[in-house]
């Protein structure tokens, strides 16, 4: 665990060393050829190891199997949810979703079988990176993380944060907590399929595609679907036009 968190920490600060070495259009992603270059290396890492694995996982693991299997994760996902509910004083969301982790603990078989979505207990998503946005703490400067994907500055002293909770990385034995982290990453890969698949139709950049629509998402959760306007958007509004009446 510790190890995990100092390399986190690591690549962090050496993104933000070379902060003032990388200059880029778009003032959120200062870092853009760093980032492009950690892209790239992720996409080659993941057709090689990643997607294949994930492909025959998905062949070989029943429907019903794979549904259990992502309730399971879901469900330890939901303790860090309700920890940063009560960070966020949502005290209203943390009621529910303390009762859909005790509920889908119990009835649902350690998490294996939803029971809580049909009782009107929704799934939230809330993690430290988001609870950090709530204090008033900005995204900093776009990151790509090696492995892990898309972040910024913020998420990933969150990702940190979490991760030192998350029940998954704090089970031992370290070899049964390894095997459980392989099985939530590729059970995770193996639900991006359609997505990525729209993402290869759609994007004429996949890498501005992926950080633009990480950004968007993640500012949506921070503000809970209803985020202010961003201060850079002004600049994409034209200047109006001055009335004939009123020129000399």
Wanted: glycine fraction near 8%; proline fraction near 8%.
């Amino acid at each position: 665990m510790h190890s995990t968190l100092l390399r986190i920490s690591g690549i962090l600060l050496l993104s933000l060393g070379l902060f003032g070495c990388a200059t880029n259009g778009d003032p959120r992603d200062p870092l853009e050829p760093l980032n492009r270059g950690i892209y790239k290396f992720n996409d080659v890492v993941d057709k090689a190891v990643i997607k294949p694995v994930a492909t025959g996982y998905k062949e070989a693991m029943p429907s019903p199997v794979r549904t259990a299997i992502g309730n399971f994760f879901s469900n330890l996902d939901d303790v860090l949810v309700l920890l940063n509910d009560l960070l966020q004083f949502k005290f209203e969301q943390a009621a529910s979703d303390f009762s859909r982790l005790a509920w889908n603990t119990t009835v649902g078989i350690a998490g294996l079988v939803d029971v809580g979505t049909p009782m009107e207990l929704p799934k939230h998503n809330e993690d430290f990176g988001q609870t950090l946005g709530r204090w008033g703490i900005g995204n900093g400067p776009y990151l790509v993380l090696p492995i892990l994907g898309p972040s910024t500055a913020r998420d990933t002293v969150g990702l940190a944060f979490d991760s030192y909770y998350d029940p998954v990385w704090r089970h031992t034995p370290v070899d049964e907590r390894n095997s459980a982290v392989a099985l939530h990453a590729v059970d995770t890969r193996s639900r991006l399929f359609k997505a990525e698949e729209v993402l290869d139709e759609a994007a004429l950049d996949r890498y501005v595609f992926l950080r633009d629509a990480y950004l968007q998402r993640r500012r949506g959760l921070v503000y809970d679907g209803n985020p202010p306007r961003e201060k850079f958007e002004d600049y994409d509004d034209p200047a109006p036009a001055t009335p004939a009446s009123a020129k000399p």
